[in-house]
Nanobody
């Protein structure tokens, strides 16, 4: 059974930083593209960022580019999402996901595996 365990959410002030983590199995971590999505109340789940299994290619949503960074720790089978300069509109439940494509579709239904969400709340 594939497991993706997300953590690191919490309450942060506008302009602050937060790092999310997503731990998975070695098989998934070493062969799948890993990504982050988010869903705000009353809104569709949206793409945030992804990183290929090699870590050599990344992609970001325009709304987070330059503020968020996705990275991998091979020793820990963990993907991180470093979020800086947070804004109230970043408030959402953040989900990590995995997909076998090396250049995945950014629409969430195409992604194969999902972790549980972690809430990030940015106060104004």
């Amino acid at each position: 059974q594939v497991q993706l365990v997300a953590s690191g959410g919490g309450l942060v002030q506008t302009g602050g930083s937060r790092r999310l983590s997503c731990e998975t199995t070695e098989q998934i971590f070493s062969t799948y593209t890993m990504g982050w999505f988010r869903q705000a109340p009353g809104k569709e789940r949206e793409f945030v960022a992804w990183i290929t299994w090699s870590g050599g290619l990344t992609d970001y949503a325009g709304s987070v580019k330059g503020r968020f960074t996705i990275s991998k720790d091979n020793a820990k089978n963990t993907v991180y999402l470093q979020m800086n300069s947070l804004k109230p509109e970043d408030t959402a439940v953040y989900y990590c996901a995995a997909d076998r494509s090396s250049f995945p579709n950014t629409d969430w239904p195409y992604w194969e595996y999902w972790g549980q969400g972690t809430q990030v709340t940015v106060s104004s």
